[in-house]
């Protein structure tokens, strides 16, 4: 049984504040979202530089902390350029349509219960909907429509190309991430993030639903467009993806903070959803106050924080994956294993919600679908996983094949064909070449 603290808000709560009390707190969430940029971008550098032993930003103020404000200032007195061929309106509009949502985005969460503001008691949360984790989705999609304006606009294949992989990799992340907050809405009941929370006050989510947090941080990932998973930059094939025919001017700045502020978002909704929001951990939440006044900003804001952290060390720790590897997880391990984690949820739920606590008929219906569910999704898996092993073991068969022919040619190792080198040749390790050949 959950207890109802007098702090947790619900959607009652909202609406009732004055217009100067919703306007202070709109400034309070826009100067947060901007000092988190500007210190976030230099708590990554820090970070990273301490991971692989160097020293990071450290000339511009106070152990480098003003090295973010001259790049900002930086960027926002360089000379602006237009490519000759862009398309000016929509080239200027891009990185606007890429920052706004993210703003609106952070809107719905919830950085502690009710607080007395200026003598008003409010929630200390923007504002909330009944379906405030749907328009978190739809920011993020929205979002992505400014990405692919950015790479259509610049009339340059590097940057279409960047343009289009983010639009196929949110669509695929997109369907995975919702389907990881299926369950959340399962149990709690609503799509309010401050009742989600107020749903968490006696077990957060993140140990009843376990998997559903593990594919939600893997989709997070994909969504922020963060290593592993910044295909639509791709400097090493892109030379920049979208952003490629944007100089280091203004808009430049205001497409790298639409990034971040996504990725902030993306820690904020983990928090939210899973993490138990602003409430404080245990043993602290043993405390009888630590989840009233603003005691509650200080637990969100560190769990904030190690979430943000563990983004910047994926990114320290893994290479950026391929393609195809980044679309076959989203479509075949993520959105399958999500549905039948989904039904094997629902089932369970569907038990504990009945009365007498013995089986009825729809229930017994729902726990035997659930179940045949999850072992065909999982045989169909293993089928397919079987497939894939035997075509790249014919592929391997096939490319040292093609290796031993090519090695046997007899100008393979002279002139005018030069040397044979296939260190990674479809996976075959390097063969000697035989000598004595012309």
């Known amino acids: 049984m959950i207890h ?10 909202f609406g009732k504040d004055p217009l100067w009390i919703t306007i202070i707190k709109a400034v309070m969430l826009f100067v947060f979202l901007m000092l988190g940029v500007l210190f976030g971008v230099w708590y990554e550098r820090k970070l990273i530089s301490w991971m692989q ?6 000339r511009a103020g106070k152990f480098g902390l003003l090295q973010s404000v001259a790049d900002g200032l930086k960027m926002g007195l360089k000379e602006d350029l237009f490519p000759r061929t862009v398309d000016k309106v929509l080239y200027l509009l891009a990185p606007i349509i890429m920052v706004v949502p993210a703003f609106l985005a952070f809107s719905i969460i919830p950085f502690a219960g009710m607080v007395n503001l200026f003598g008003v008691t409010t929630p200390l949360q923007l504002v909330d909907l009944p379906v405030a984790v749907l328009f978190m989705l739809a920011m993020g999609a929205v979002s992505v429509y400014g990405v692919v304006v950015a790479g259509w606009s610049s009339r340059s294949p590097y940057a279409l190309l960047g343009g289009l992989r983010s639009a196929a990799q949110v669509v695929s992340y997109e369907i995975a991430m919702g389907l990881s907050f299926v369950a959340v809405f399962i149990f709690a009941g ?16 993140v ?7 593990l594919v939600y941080v893997i989709c997070m990932f994909g969504e922020a467009a963060r290593i592993p998973f910044d295909l639509p930059e791709g400097e090493g094939e892109l030379v920049g993806g979208f952003q490629t025919e944007y100089s280091s001017s203004l808009k430049f700045a205001l497409i790298m903070m639409g990034e971040y502020l996504h990725t902030f978002t993306a820690s904020a909704i983990a928090v939210t959803l899973f993490l138990g929001g602003w409430r404080a951990p245990w043993p602290i939440s043993l405390w009888e106050g630590a989840n009233q006044g603003w005691w509650p900003v200080l637990w969100f804001f560190i769990k904030f924080v190690l979430t943000f952290s563990f983004i910047v060390w994926v990114r320290a720790s893994l290479p950026r994956v391929r393609y195809d590897q980044l679309m076959s997880l989203g479509w075949k391990v993520l959105i399958p294993v999500n549905l039948a984690w989904i039904l094997l949820v629902a089932a369970v739920r569907t038990v504990t919600l009945t009365k007498s606590g013995e089986f009825s008929g729809s229930t017994g219906v729902a726990i035997t679908l659930g179940v045949i569910t999850v072992v065909g999704v999982l045989a169909i898996w293993l089928r397919f996983d079987t497939v894939n092993q035997r075509q790249r073991e014919a592929k391997k068969a096939q490319a040292e094949a093609e290796f031993e022919e090519l090695a046997a040619e007899p100008t393979a190792g002279g002139f005018p064909v030069p040397p044979l080198d296939l260190p990674h040749y479809h996976g075959v390790q390097r063969k000697e070449v035989p000598s004595g050949t012309n």
């Open 190 to 205: 609503t799509l309010s993030t401050s009742e989600i929370v107020h749903a968490q006050g006696s077990l957060w989510y």
């Open 53 to 58: 032993n160097r020293v990071g930003p450290n």
């Open 4 to 13: 109802v603290l007098a702090a947790d808000p619900t959607l009652a709560d």
């Open 207 to 213: 140990v009843m639903l376990l998997p559903s947090f």
